[in-house]
T-cell receptor, first 114, second 112 residues
Framework: NAGVTQTPKFQVLKTGQSMTLQCAQD?????MSWYRQDPGMGLRLIHY???????DQGEVPNGYNVSRSTTEDFPLRLLSAAPSQTSVYFC?????????????FGPGTRLTVT | QKEVEQDPGPLSVPEGAIVSLNCTYS??????FMWYRQYSRKGPELLMY????GNKEDGRFTAQVDKSSKYISLFIRDSQPSDSATYLC????????????FGPGTRLSVLP
């Protein structure tokens, strides 16, 4: 199994550009999440999904959109990039159900917005 | 007040030392507590999770939860240079593993 994969690994955008960060998992996990990680602030939840067709907002959703058309894929869209979105983005997946708290994280996408 | 607080360090210890990493949380309703390890330029990986107050051991690692003081700890015995990483504590806001909040992480260096 490849686990959780993310593409691209690095990206530089200009302010106002849009792009999609890709995330895929091959573990048949119901739950998937997107986090951003900034120095001194830890991981902050952007959006999450409990299954195909179902998404919800996390702590910092503004400026980001998500959709979940399949169990495997959970792309994150930046509609109009801003310098404040410079960060490292991690996608994670986990099993559904009580007692299942192990999230598997991807390797991250390092995004710089100039 | 932040939901989860953690001393960011950095913390440097000699090889073989016992390491103590700590977090506090604000909401007494939180029930599930986790420790993740993150190597530089990698994604976090789960080390341990606990539900109740008390200790849980896994090899050289012990997780401790004190719900009365809202305090969680991770102890590393016989620390090794390979333990050098950032350690993140996390709590789950719900009972279904949907909504997590993380501390900022403590950067640990174990010196040979």
């Amino acid at each position: 199994n490849a686990g959780v994969t993310q593409t691209p690994k690095f990206q530089v955008l200009k302010t106002g550009q849009s792009m999609t960060l890709q995330c895929a998992q091959d573990m048949n996990h119901e739950y998937m999440s997107w986090y951003r990680q900034d120095p001194g602030m830890g991981l902050r939840l952007i959006h999450y999904s409990v299954g195909a067709g179902i998404t919800d907002q996390g702590e910092v959703p503004n400026g980001y959109n998500v959709s979940r058309s399949t169990t495997e894929d959970f792309p994150l869209r930046l509609l109009s990039a801003a310098p404040s979105q410079t960060s490292v983005y991690f996608c994670a997946s986990s099993y559904k159900g009580t007692g299942s708290y192990e999230q598997y994280f991807g390797p991250g996408t390092r995004l710089t917005v100039t | 007040q932040k939901e989860v607080e953690q001393d960011p360090g950095p913390l440097s210890v000699p090889e073989g030392a016992i390491v103590s990493l700590n977090c506090t949380y604000s909401n007494s309703a939180f029930q599930y507590f986790m420790w993740y390890r993150q190597y530089s330029r990698k994604g976090p990986e789960l080390l341990m999770y606990t539900y109740s107050s008390g200790n849980k051991e896994d090899g050289r690692f012990t997780a401790q939860v004190d719900k009365s003081s809202k305090y969680i700890s991770l102890f590393i015995r016989d620390s090794q240079p390979s333990d050098s990483a950032t350690y993140l504590c996390a709590v789950c806001r719900d009972n279904y593993g949907q909504n997590f909040v993380f501390g900022p992480g403590t950067r640990l260096s174990v010196l040979p």
